[in-house]
């Protein structure tokens, strides 16, 4: 570039003097003068030269000009391609977000590129009116005008793009008609995008003007979903915790914010799930949902997650009763003789005890027991675990954990009391629900029982005591009042 400039400044340097050499070995050989203001040649013996003459050293005279006006030019182009290369490499530099936009960059180039013609060329023929040339004629107005109907409209349409921004090179967009793709190229006539089966989709501005573009920009965290389902069978609180663990260990998932993964249906063949997660990189989002895809379908099997198939499952209900029963049984049986509470009753009240308790599972943060609500039934916790809370102003104030084999709801059941607290899943929960009518004829034959329950109610209206200033007890009870008073509400002797 430089070398080039340098060698087009020599020529123009040079090239006067070219010009005065000619002239005169024209007058000293052949006695032959031009006025370089008129083109007018004539002879120092003061006759009239051949017309011929005439012509040839005119024609030289015009020639040499044009050369002179075209060596200027191209010393204009590239100095100005000189400048466009500069600024850019040091916008490339400074990193700068805001890249100057090729469309400004290019009429930029046009308008210097007009200016120093008219400059040039008016230098050299002063006595044409280029101007009037260009305004005056209103058929040429009209004929470039026609002629460049589209070229204006995308330029134009550019133009009115440039102002917006909508979209900057890099970013992924998806045009309702054609596609989607990532901006390659923005030039005056269109738009270069580069579609993700790698072919080049050239759209002219005035037609993506009238276009539906959705923007991904490359510099925001865009995010995407991907579905899949699961059957009714299966817990959603473990779906949902397998599922989100499997995403964030995905490539390009971004780790600024925590995947979604959330119910959209509860269809006619299981349940249908979506996950929403953030990309990194928005271009290489297909192979994104496609590696989630497939860790969805291992988190799947390790964890024995089954996909609902379209398949319509039919439950031929058994005419014998109770099918089933004494394994549900056993189970809460078995359970309830895990709770240290109820230690002292005997097999048969197990059993009994058992026969009168429902299971009942409940999602993270689902209330199970509400305060200040009538209660007549406790809980045993099989599975998972809970929070027993008070409302403290706007939010709530855990006062304890309970987890397997722990019971609550035991307060209100037993003293007619309502609810004191409320108590909170903090996981997917299963709970054995027990009825005041169940716990009746045990407690009936089992004082210890009673005594031990009492015993723990004290213990906890105690904390409940220190946690509320207001709390709704009756502090003046004491352990025996508290006592006598379950004793009284269950018609106990
Ligand atoms: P109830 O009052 O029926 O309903 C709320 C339950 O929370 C209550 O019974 C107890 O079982 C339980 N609870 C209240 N206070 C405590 C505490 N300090 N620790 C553990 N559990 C409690």
């Known amino acids: 570039m430089l070398a080039f400039v340098s060698a087009a400044a020599l020529l123009l340097l040079v090239f006067p003097s070219v010009e005065e050499w ?29 017309k011929i003459t005439v012509t040839a050293i005119q024609t030289l005279f015009y020639t040499l000009m044009v050369l002179e006006i075209i060596i200027w030019m191209a010393l204009v182009v590239s100095i100005v391609r000189f400048f466009r290369q500069l600024i850019t490499r040091t916008i490339y530099r400074n990193s700068s977000p805001g890249e100057i936009s090729s469309i400004i960059k290019t009429i930029l180039s046009v308008i210097i590129y007009i200016v120093s013609f008219f400059i040039i060329f008016q230098s050299f023929f002063p006595t044409v009116q280029l101007t009037a040339l260009f305004t005056g004629s209103t058929i040429i107005g009209i004929v470039v005008g026609l002629a460049l109907q589209d070229t204006l409209g995308n330029l134009f349409a550019g133009l009115a793009m440039q102002a917006d921004q909508p979209f900057q090179v890099g970013d992924v967009v998806t045009i309702s008609t054609r596609g989607v793709g990532v901006v390659e190229a923005v030039s005056w006539r269109g738009v270069k995008i580069r579609t993700f089966n790698n072919r080049l989709l050239m759209i002219s501005n005035s037609v993506l003007g009238k276009e539906t573009i959705e923007v ?76 989630i895809r497939l860790r969805i379908w291992y988190v799947f099997q390790r964890e024995q997650i089954g996909f609902a198939y379209p398949t319509r499952t039919i439950h031929i209900e058994p005419k014998v009763e109770g099918i089933g029963h004494d394994e549900v049984l056993n189970l809460a049986v078995e359970r309830l003789n895990q709770v240290s509470i109820f230690a002292p009753l005997s097999g048969e009240e197990i059993e009994r005890l058992a026969n009168a308790s429902t299971a009942r ?15 007549n039934s406790m809980f045993v916790v099989v599975r998972g675990s809970v929070r027993v809370q008070i409302p403290d102003g ?13 019971f609550f709801g035991e307060m209100s059941l037993l003293t007619g009391e309502p609810r004191s607290a409320n108590v909170i899943a903090d996981e ?7 009825k005041k009518d169940g716990l009746k004829p045990i407690l009936e034959d089992n004082p210890a029982l009673v005594e031990a329950i009492s015993e723990m109610i004290h213990e906890r209206k105690e904390i409940l005591k220190v946690q509320i200033d207001e709390v709704k007890i009756s502090t003046e009870k004491d352990r025996l009042g508290l006592l006598s008073s379950i004793k009284k509400f269950f018609g106990l002797r």
């Open 22 to 50: 000619i002239w005169s070995y024209l007058k000293e050989s052949y006695g032959l003068i031009l006025d370089t203001d008129s083109a007018a040649v004539s002879n120092v013996t003061g006759d009239v030269p051949q």
């Open 216 to 291: 991904a920009p490359k510099d925001n965290l865009n995010a995407r979903s991907v579905w899949f389902n699961s059957l009714y069978s299966d817990s959603p609180a473990r779906t949902i915790q397998a599922v989100r663990d499997a995403v964030r260990q995905v490539e390009n998932v971004s780790a600024k914010i925590r995947p979604v993964v959330r119910i959209r249906n509860l269809g006619d063949n299981g349940i249908d799930w979506e996950v929403k997660y953030w990309l990194d990189d928005y271009t290489r989002h297909n192979d994104t949902d496609a590696l």
């Open 361 to 375: 599972v409940y999602a993270p943060g689902e209330a199970i027991v509400r305060m200040g609500r009538d209660g």
């Open 394 to 406: 706007a939010s709530n104030r855990v006062i304890n954990e309970l987890r397997e084999n722990d």
């Open 428 to 434: 997917e929960t299963e709970v054995l629900q027990i």
